[in-house]
């Protein structure tokens, strides 16, 4: 455990995939595998219109680096595929670049305020929607097992395009949750003891700036709250024209 | 005298009373904590679907049964015929079950497991795919076309055999018995142990995200009422779920790292697990199929 003093000063680069993994990366990630579900599990059951089932990935992601998050998303919906709902098998891809970006957003030093982490949530929203077009479209044909998918197939019904419809679902549908999650695992990151965080590969990235106060925090729900109303305002208006 | 005794009888009585209740309680008590075993018990069961029966499918090499798997899986994807997936599952998967000894559990799962996700599927698309010109009915916009009856048709039976052969594979292989292979081959000890570790967590985390949600809810936390009531019990949910599986992170890190997690000496198995020249076999003609099917699909299209 002493290492990860040392291994903080060598994480230079991305690319350097050892550098996210130490003991505790490999004990956290079974773990953040669980929470994954287990908050899935919770939000089918309290009815809410979103999925939230990748705060476990951003979690490592973000205190470990990139690579062990994208780790945590594939094996995290390779499980809940064979365990609990075989359509989500095939979009194991979707929940490594979710690690993988997140991860990076935070080594940019995106994880900091609560401002900063909308903006994360919103980038790995963009990553989710492009990764999850193709695989819709090319083992689908567009139309999945999910419920948003009646949105797609009116989309495709007025006329356009099978890439357009669903890369125009999935970025309606993304934001809300991904910003959503982000938010989550920084309030947890945020709850965890300093001593505690030190243990993991990159506690730097998690370093609350000066502001990471309710202000903040007004300002970010302010934020979604806004993106929710316009993700609305454009539904409207492409199911009305 | 006579006061006394009438001051003790009642006392005498409620402390009966109390006896018998407390007797009642226990009972009650050790149903529920019974009942509450058997259904943690059943989700573990249900997360480990290995079945210890003695055939020729349990006795092959993990690694044979996963390339088994994963040929399967490719074949019925790429295979440029239509009813490809489905014969698969007809003349290949059924009969292995049948070779497994494992038919009953197979077919549990299938009707519970594989039947539901497949023809969920199956309606989604064939209601929403807009292709082909053949219109059979229409429901005020959706057309139901011949071309995406068969396109739904075809996708549900690749994800049915998809599933099916996962779960052929989950029933007779142990995935400690996988992962021990998979770690003499040389995967990283750290795989195996994500793996085998997460299987063992899921249950008891399950288990007690189903306290968490009856301790808030007996405290009066509304889980059912408006949206945002809901939303806001997220975070009473959340919060006890996730701090309290993170402290025990680091006394399992700890106590790992003791046992000679990160060594990177050579470990000895326990358990010895045959590869015999058959598995070799099996191993090369699923390959050889696999590459096969890609050739026909890339020179047929």
Known sequence: MRETAMQRQKTGSWLNIGSNFNTMTWVLIPVAIAINIAIGQIVVLLKLPVFLDSIGTVLVAVICGPWAGALTGALSNTIWGLAIDPNALPWWPVAFFIGLVAGLCANAGLFKSWWKVVVTGFLVALTAATISTPIAVYLFGGITASGSSFITAYLLQTGQGVLQAVFSTSFLVEPVDKITTCMLAFAIVQGLSKRFLARFPRPENVEAEGGANQTQLYIAVGVVVLLVLFAAFVLRNVLGG | ?301
Do not use: C
């Open chain 2, 1 to 301: 005298m006579e006061k006394e005794t009438r001051l003790f009888e009642p006392g005498l009585f409620y402390v009966q009373a109390a006896t018998l209740f407390r007797r009642i309680a226990s009972l009650i008590h050790t149903a529920a904590a019974r009942r509450a075993s058997l259904i943690i018990h059943a989700m573990h069961e249900r997360l480990s679907f290995h079945i210890k029966r003695n055939s020729a499918l349990h006795r092959l090499n993990p690694l044979t049964k996963l390339t088994l798997v994963l040929g399967l899986v490719l074949i019925s994807f790429l295979s440029p015929w239509y009813w490809t997936p489905h014969a698969l599952l007809l003349i290949v998967i059924i009969p292995l079950s049948f070779v497994g000894k494992v038919n009953r559990e197979f077919f549990r799962a299938f009707l519970r497991l594989i039947l539901p996700a497949a023809s969920f599927l199956f309606f989604m698309q064939a209601f929403f795919q807009p292709v082909g010109g053949t219109v059979i009915f229409k429901i005020w916009f959706l057309d139901i076309t011949k071309e995406s009856l068969l396109f739904a048709f075809r996708n549900a039976m690749r994800i049915a055999v998809m599933v099916s052969s996962f779960t052929l594979f989950l029933l007779t292989t142990h995935p400690s018995e996988l992962m021990s292979d998979l770690t003499r081959r040389g995967l990283p000890g750290q795989f195996a142990y994500v793996i085998i570790s997460t299987l063992q967590i899921l249950p008891q985390m399950q288990a007690k995200a189903q306290t968490i949600i009856a301790a808030q809810r007996s405290r009066g936390l509304d889980t059912q009422s408006s949206f945002l009531r809901r939303m806001g019990s997220l975070g009473p949910l959340v919060g006890p779920l996730v701090f309290g599986s993170l402290v025990e992170v680091e006394e399992r890190a700890i106590a790992i790292e003791a046992r000679g997690f990160t060594s990177t000496q050579i470990k000895t198995s326990l358990y010895e697990i045959s590869d015999t020249s058959l598995d070799r076999t099996i191993r090369w003609i699923l390959i050889l199929l696999v590459i096969i099917t890609l050739l026909l699909k890339l020179w047929l299209s």
